[in-house]
């Protein structure tokens, strides 16, 4: 059925955004819509320029035989600053301090309108690295991973502190927890990770980065890559940080637990972007 | 800054898309724009039959001063069939047979395109009823809750069957395992879920009944109500069940676990669509 340039938009921004990171050939567009591929071009400049202006992301055109149009989810500038200051001002608050300087923050990763901003951040900031893979150790990074992997079309594996039946056969490793200095086991699925896989580490929070030190050692049984390291939250430690780059969100960098004081700064992410782009 | 029809349909699509069951006023748009409302009104009808003609959803008028338009998820019977039909047959391999009569599905549930196709589903099921929350259990069902949840536009809760510290303070209730017969705990944070609460159960795979049975016996604690369940993949069990109604998108119908046999069939899904509709 032959549709105007009108349905076709509409169409054809819903099918962009539920296909970030996928080539599609133009070939589909026109026979999906009965339309020249010249009418086809039009549409998607249409698209790009507003995707652009509105910081929805960007359409991406590879020339050749094997060539077409990739939707690349990113996050505008402006964006990015409201969605850090809405998250700063939501988790500043004295009553989120729970014992041992963590923080209360399962009605924001409870809140599917939170996590897939910040999936679209770091989405945004990882777009132009090699990814095949999110990482995450279950449960709080879940969603996060989740949200950051739809973005970039990758799969998740979720690695695990128990090692349940229905996974197969598992790897696991030990690892000293950073902060509390226990030794910790961590599983995972035997077949959830190919080797040489670039992956990318999510999490909800890390503080002196001993469970993603860990996530970095099992990379290495898997003999997979890093390919990079996000967190929504990092705490400032006095301690030596047991991972070195990684892009965070916010910064935890004051909690006094008897003056019910709390401090939430920003963290490296816009900084990382700029470098980055 | 004005915006001509062909970038407002291209921009109102991405931010209908995004959110969804969210009411939207027309002077939103018509503000967003610098459009007058009559053109706003006729790029919604524009939107509204491309969203239903292509099985995407549909666009709700809610008239009066405190009107506006909402975006409702809803996945077209041709796409519904197309989904069960593509996970049936990834299901259906001996090899995903494991012990305990389960099924290895990490790598469906690690695919964030399976995961939202099974979210649009069940929100689109659940549309009509009323459902303030989304409830699973850690850790397989989290993807699931978290895409049905976002198009449903509610917050997700996720009760653990550990009691970590981050939590805060918990209600516990043991629950016999239906399948194991064992006495298990499950434990949810007090301050994640209000009293009065609708609640949508959704979980990857119901044997028995017994998590679920828990999950409800939960909310009693908690003076909610139980709104629906939706499970992936039901498996036909020889004894009762504890659960009596809910959605599923397919049962494991028989599972020989030495002839490395299996056969997936359609759950009860489709035909509850048709009740419900």
Not at 25 to 52: M, V
Not at 155 to 173: H, L, Q
């Amino acid at each position: 059925m032959k549709i105007r340039r009108s349905g076709r938009l509409v169409d054809m921004t819903h099918f962009l955004l539920q296909h970030p990171h996928h080539l599609v050939p133009l070939t589909f567009f026109s026979e999906r819509y009965q339309s020249a591929k010249s009418s086809i071009s039009e549409d998607l400049s249409i698209i790009k320029e507003q995707f652009e202006q509105q910081g929805i992301g960007t359409i991406v055109t590879v020339s050749g035989a094997a060539g077409g149009v990739k939707f690349i989810s990113k996050m505008g500038q402006q964006e990015a600053e409201s969605v850090e200051t809405e998250l700063k001002k939501l988790l500043a608050v004295p009553e989120r301090i729970l014992p041992g300087g963590y923080l209360y923050m399962t009605d924001i990763l409870g809140n599917p309108k939170y996590v897939n901003q910040i999936g679209r951040l770091f989405a945004s900031i990882f777009s132009d690295h090699e990814i095949d893979v999110v990482m995450t150790i279950a449960t709080k990074g879940i969603p996060l991973a989740y949200a950051v992997a739809s973005h970039l079309n990758v799969p998740v594996v979720v690695v695990r502190s128990d090692n349940r039946v229905t996974e197969g056969s598992t790897v696991s490793i030990n690892y000293v927890s950073g902060s509390s200095k226990r030794i910790q086991t961590m599983t995972l699925a035997r077949r959830s990770l190919n080797a040489g896989a670039n992956v990318l580490i999510v999490d909800d929070f890390m503080k002196a980065g001993g469970t993603i030190n860990g996530m970095i050692n099992l990379l290495e049984e898997f003999q997979s890559r890093l390919a990079g390291i996000g967190v929504l939250v990092e705490s400032e430690e006095t301690e030596e940080r047991l991972v070195e780059k990684y892009v965070s969100v916010l910064k935890l960098s004051h909690v006094n637990e008897r003056e019910k004081q709390i401090q939430i700064v920003s963290g490296n992410y816009l900084e990382c972007e700029q470098k980055f782009l």
